[in-house]
């Protein structure tokens, strides 16, 4: 049961992950009027307030990936611990 409930949440978190949408204008309306009337008096500072909105929104995702892998990495040896230790119950 335990590895069935591990199973879901992993699937949901990646689906979550991957379903991001590459470009996404997320931004407060004031950040918004402002960002937008900078960049129609010639300005550059939009582009930039965007590009770090999107970095401050996927760092999340990858801690919680980095996490997952970490997590599945170990797994594989705890599972090979466990069975190697029965193996050797059996034999002795």
């Known amino acids: 049961m335990k590895k069935y409930i591990i199973r879901i ?24 009027m402002a960002a937008d009337s ?3 008096n010639g300005g550059t500072a939009g582009k930039g307030l965007n590009a770090g909105i999107l970095y401050m929104l996927s760092l999340p995702y990858v801690m919680v990936a980095g996490l997952g892998f970490w997590w599945y990495r170990n797994r594989k ?3 090979d611990v466990e069975i190697q230790a029965e193996l050797d119950g059996i034999v002795e």
Do not use: D
């Not at 990646?14 to 997320?26: N, R």
């Open 77 to 79: 040896k705890e599972e």
């Open 38 to 40: 900078n960049l129609e």
């Open 9 to 32: 949440i992993t699937v949901f978190s990646l689906f979550f992950m991957l379903g991001m949408p590459v470009e996404s204008p997320a931004q407060c309306p004031m950040c918004r």
